[in-house]
């Protein structure tokens, strides 16, 4: 329920927002606000960990993604494969 809310939230927020400039400065500001708080957490977890977590995301989000949101999905996944790409090589 947290992701669906915040994604929510988001949604709201990127419909009001005059100009493409300004909405991915708010994405830009989402991500760095999302990422910080769960950073610890994320890093701690496996791979296959994270592959749940995203899958997890997805199912709850399902029905109310937007472009906007899915891109958010898509930085998210990439960030945490990078950040843990270490495991994968070894």
Known sequence: MIVRARLEQANFELERL???KSRRQ???DL???V???YEDDMRDMTITQGRLLIKL???ETSEHLIRA???IQRRIYRSFLADNSTF???
């Open 35 to 37: 990422f910080s708080e």
């Open 26 to 28: 708010y994405l830009k």
């Open 69 to 71: 949101d899915q891109r």
């Open 31 to 33: 991500e760095k606000e």
């Open 57 to 59: 995301i997805d199912r």
């Open 88 to 90: 994968v090589r070894h």
């Open 18 to 20: 005059p100009d493409d």
